[in-house]
């Protein structure tokens, strides 16, 4: 009972509105207090309950703590991977790809749309941080597609929608937060999420080009007058503005695929790449490199403050055999491994509306790996990973608290309603949900890669 008590003030006050880190640290604390015999003993007072019922004493939270993140050479990829994406905005890389690509498919209906997905998905494979991604493209992208008349809703959809790429495809801060939970290598979680990440955006240029052929008038192409690079010029300029990007990716995934490198290793290499590539485009200067770092030490420490809090919360609620429910709960479900999933599935999106990825990567995920682990073995535990991970990708577009709607209203035009963003994410979701669906119904999706590579090794 104390178990789902403190489970439930957790909840309550991350719906309230209190800071993650310190909801999750205070209800450790407060539940520390309730459930353990240090408050009675400190009072004077006899256990009321089983001694055996305890919660082990708070002199031990600090060395899990410090075995959970100092430890933990997974984690060092975060600060990489957020540098490397801070950096990359700076540099001028997607002001180039868009403007590039727009002039590519902008002879076709809907071909800026589909612009916005082949940056995004570049973009998300180069930089993996949704919030850059979703602003850069609001501030460059919406302007145009509104000048040339692109319906509202399709035009903030598509952006926003794009923009969340970076969460699974590679290299993505989910994915590492992720494969340190459930316990599986990031490596592979990269090399899986690929394929699917992929397959996305494809889905989501395929509902482009519908909307395009169904409703001309809300995805006109290109005047003539506004495409003013043709032939072998146009060609030139997208491989000079394709190979940077493209070589950095393969710094990064190439590197991990064949195993020259862990995810760790790959991130500090991509870090450097993306200095490399600013100081290309004359962005490095001493302004940007301090901004640079700022934010990503501000993006991290928010990270990892959550983690201390998420390790307390986790370590008490293990104590008070709140698991214990939640496995019963779990593994009673009629259909077995298929009811585990449906209804893990549906508590991670509902949660979505209203909490924050991490949240529910540190407060729900430890919950469901270790059931998880026991229906479907170790050897698909990835493949449950990128299964939450596309998932949780829904989370920034879900309303009322999807982060990429913030992030793009924050930078839209006056004439961008909320109404308008709200509309245009609506079939972006429903398309992420039909890829949960497609991932779960085929697994070698996400297992294929991974296996190739181990075999290429």
């Known amino acids: 009972m104390?178990?789902?008590?403190?489970?439930?003030?957790?909840?309550?006050?991350?719906?309230?509105?209190?800071?993650?880190?310190?909801?999750?640290?205070g209800v450790a604390f407060l539940f520390t207090l309730l459930g353990s015999d240090l408050l009675p003993s400190m009072l004077g007072i006899p256990l009321p309950w089983d001694p055996e019922f305890r919660v082990a004493r708070l002199n031990i939270l600090p060395q899990r703590i410090f075995g959970t993140i100092m430890d933990n050479f997974t984690l060092v990829a975060v600060p990489f991977f957020v540098f490397m994406g801070v950096m990359l905005e700076k540099s001028g890389l997607a002001e180039e790809l868009l403007e590039t690509m727009g002039m590519?498919?902008?002879?076709?209906?809907?071909g800026l749309a589909i612009s916005v997905v082949a940056v995004g998905a570049l973009l998300a494979a180069s930089t993996g941080v949704v919030?850059?991604?979703?602003?850069?493209?609001?501030?460059?992208?919406?302007?145009?597609?509104?000048?040339?008349?692109?319906?509202?809703?399709?035009?903030t959809g598509v952006i926003a929608s794009s923009g969340t790429l970076g969460q699974i495809i590679p290299p993505s801060i989910v994915l590492v937060i992720l494969g340190d939970q459930i316990g599986v290598s990031v490596g592979d979680l990269f090399l899986g999420a690929l394929l699917p990440g992929l397959l996305l955006a494809g889905a989501f240029m395929l509902w482009v080009i519908f909307k395009a052929l169904t409703r001309p008038l809300e995805a006109p192409a290109l005047p003539p007058e506004a495409r003013t690079l043709h032939g072998w010029r146009?060609?030139?300029?997208?491989?000079?503005?394709?190979?940077?990007?493209?070589v950095l990716i393969f710094l990064v995934l190439g590197t991990i695929f064949f195993g020259i490198a862990t995810p760790t290793e790959a991130g500090a290499m991509g870090a450097v790449g993306a200095m490399a590539l600013a100081l290309i485009n004359r962005r490095l200067t001493l302004r940007n490199l301090t901004a640079t770092m700022d934010q990503t030490v501000?993006?991290?420490?928010?990270?990892?403050i959550i983690l201390v809090g998420a390790t307390a919360f986790g370590m008490v609620f293990t104590a008070l055999h709140g698991e214990r429910v939640v496995q019963g709960f779990l593994t009673g479900l009629p259909g077995g491994a298929s009811g585990f999933v449906v209804v893990a599935m549906l508590v991670i999106f509902f949660l979505g509306f209203f909490i924050d990825f991490i949240e529910i990567t540190f407060i729900?995920?430890?919950?469901l790996a270790p059931i998880a682990l026991l229906f479907f073995g170790p050897e698909l535990m990835v493949w449950f990973g990128v299964l939450i991970a596309m998932n949780l990708q829904a989370s920034?577009?879900?309303?009322?608290?999807?982060?990429?709607?913030?992030?793009?209203?924050?930078?839209?035009?006056?004439?961008i309603k909320t109404h308008h963003i709200y509309r245009g994410v609506a079939p972006f979701i429903a398309i992420q949900l039909l890829m949960v669906l497609v991932i779960a119904l085929f697994?070698?999706?996400?297992?294929?890669?991974?296996?190739?590579?181990?075999?290429?090794?």
Not at 298 to 304: A, E, G, K, N
Not at 364 to 367: A, E, K, Q
Not at 443 to 457: F, H, K, M, Q, S
């Open 298 to 304: 501000r993006l991290t420490s928010m990270v990892f």
């Open 396 to 415: 920034f577009l879900t309303p009322p608290f999807g982060f990429a709607l913030f992030y793009l209203k924050g930078v839209s035009p006056p004439s």
């Open 104 to 110: 590519l498919f902008g002879r076709l209906r809907g």
């Open 131 to 155: 919030g850059a991604s979703v602003v850069t493209m609001g501030v460059l992208a919406l302007p145009v597609m509104l000048k040339y008349k692109y319906a509202k809703p399709l035009a």
């Open 364 to 367: 729900v995920v430890p919950l």
């Open 234 to 246: 146009l060609l030139a300029q997208v491989a000079k503005n394709l190979v940077p990007p493209l």
């Open 443 to 457: 697994p070698r999706l996400v297992t294929w890669l991974p296996e190739l590579a181990r075999a290429a090794r």
């Open 2 to 25: 104390l178990g789902m008590a403190m489970f439930g003030a957790a909840i309550g006050l991350l719906l309230l509105g209190f800071p993650v880190a310190f909801s999750l640290g």
